[in-house]
């Protein structure tokens, strides 16, 4: 007995390479091994082709369409090239993938959207993205215990570091030395400005470095290393676990290097004091959080859609968190408890919305960032010479793998609740007569 008939060869690659292309795209935008996967065999299969095995590295993604005995497979590999964070591309790019799995749309015509989609500019000036960080910088600074001139100050430095890491990254220097020119950028700004006394002597650089630390920690890719390691994607895991290792170590080498500076210039040095937290301050830190987010989410060139929502997801992680601090809970556990929180309410609203699980996932676990643990563990080492620093950076290790793997646990318990309020909604809307489907202008929101 036959299976049903494949395409003609012409058209099995032509498939083949609108698959990648949209894999390819997800995996740019840090999208996890496992739904790359799901997603190619989706399109493949809604196109004529059950039958295709999925591949995906850290770098590269490759697709074999099996044939039968009598014809030799068909194979393509797309590779990953570059990688920045575009949430208004990735959702257009998830929306189209729906209209493919419900033949509403022939290969040729989603190739040519695919084309649009890609080759469209960002919905944001580049300018605005920086102002985004800036605005996030300062949020950050605000949650983790700052003032309104604390957090200005952060703002500029973070504004200064974006457009020095723009120009950077226009001459093509690896990511490692950029981390480590924001690091040192970060760390500098904040003693220099503290010690020029412009501000308060009340005042001191921790607040500022932390928050800059945070906006640069937000662009690694924890929630895809920690899916991929427990979906069993483990090549890919580990490409990743080297590439976050490497970014945070040039970090880690920028704050290092400005500290040891700073004590040999005599600069003021003041320890990173942990700040407690108080009920008082629990809806300022509410606000906070969910101006960190959404700040994040407009850097990310989100849609205004996922922009709100990402706030909501912000807020509610930084509530969450600060309330289970308070009530004794240990930071590592209250991130995980809040990060599964943030994980779950993004996989159950998203598809209603029509946002994608990780736009809403990484934005909300993004004020959460142990920013401040990091530049703690940091100054341990570097200026006090002692090696509890080890420990401090351990923790803050921790917290970062806790927070992704409760925003991966939240998106699964979320996965049956979500299919059975899609079986519920079905239900009671009853059948309905398949139309002709209507053309819609194509928006960047």
């Known amino acids: 007995m036959q299976g049903p008939a494949l395409p003609a060869e012409s058209t099995v690659h032509f498939v083949l390479d609108l698959a990648l292309r949209i894999g390819e795209v997800q995996m740019a935008s840090g999208a996890g091994a496992s739904d790359v996967t799901a997603t190619i065999i989706a399109v493949a299969g809604a196109y004529g082709m059950p039958h295709c095995e999925v591949d995906v590295i850290f770098t590269s993604i490759t697709v074999t369409c099996q044939r039968g005995v009598d014809l030799p497979p068909v194979t393509a590999v797309r590779v990953v090239r570059s990688r920045g964070l575009d949430y208004t591309r990735l959702a257009l790019v998830e929306r189209l993938v729906r209209t493919i799995t419900r033949n509403r749309v022939t290969a040729h015509d989603a190739h040519a959207e695919l084309d649009r989609i890609t080759n469209a500019p960002h919905p944001y ?81 921790t607040t500022m470095v932390a928050a800059a630390i945070t906006v640069l920690l937000s662009g690694l890719s924890f929630v895809s290393l920690v899916q991929d390691a427990i979906t069993g994607y483990n090549v890919t895991a580990a490409g990743r676990i080297v590439e976050v290792s490497l970014m945070t170590a040039g970090l880690i080498a920028g704050v ?44 990310s060139y989100a849609t205004p859609r996922s922009v709100v929502v990402a706030g909501i997801a912000g807020g509610v992680g930084a509530a969450g968190f600060s309330a289970l601090v308070l009530a004794g809970i240990g930071q590592t556990t209250a991130s995980a408890v809040a990060a599964t929180v943030i994980g779950f309410a993004g996989g159950v609203i998203s598809r209603r919305l029509a946002i994608p699980p990780l736009v809403i996932a990484v934005c909300g676990m993004v004020p959460l960032l142990p920013g401040l643990t990091i530049y703690r563990a940091l100054f341990e080492l570097a200026v006090e010479r002692r090696y509890t620093g080890l420990s401090t950076l351990m923790v803050a290790t921790s917290v970062a793998l806790a927070l992704a793997a409760g925003v991966v646990l939240g998106e699964y318990l979320a996965q049956p609740v979500r299919h059975g309020l899609g079986r519920l909604e079905r239900r009671l809307s009853g059948p309905r007569l398949a139309g002709p489907l209507r053309p819609t202008r194509r928006r960047l929101e």
């Open 256 to 299: 290092v290097l400005a500290l040891n500076i700073g004590v040999k210039l005599g600069l003021p040095s003041v320890p990173a004091v942990q700040l407690s937290s108080s009920l008082l301050r629990l809806p300022l830190q509410t606000a906070a959080g969910a101006a960190a987010a959404a700040c994040f989410a407009l850097a």
């Open 125 to 205: 000036p580049r300018w605005f993205a920086t102002l985004a960080y800036a605005g996030m910088a300062a949020a950050v600074a605000v949650l983790i215990g700052g003032d309104a001139l604390v957090a200005v100050s952060a703002a500029l430095i973070t504004a200064l570091i974006d457009r020095v890491g723009r120009l950077l990254n226009r001459r093509a220097l690896p990511f490692f030395f950029q981390q480590a020119v924001g690091g040192a950028l970060a760390t500098g700004c904040a003693v220099a400005i503290v010690g020029s006394g412009v501000l308060p002597s009340s005042i001191t650089p």
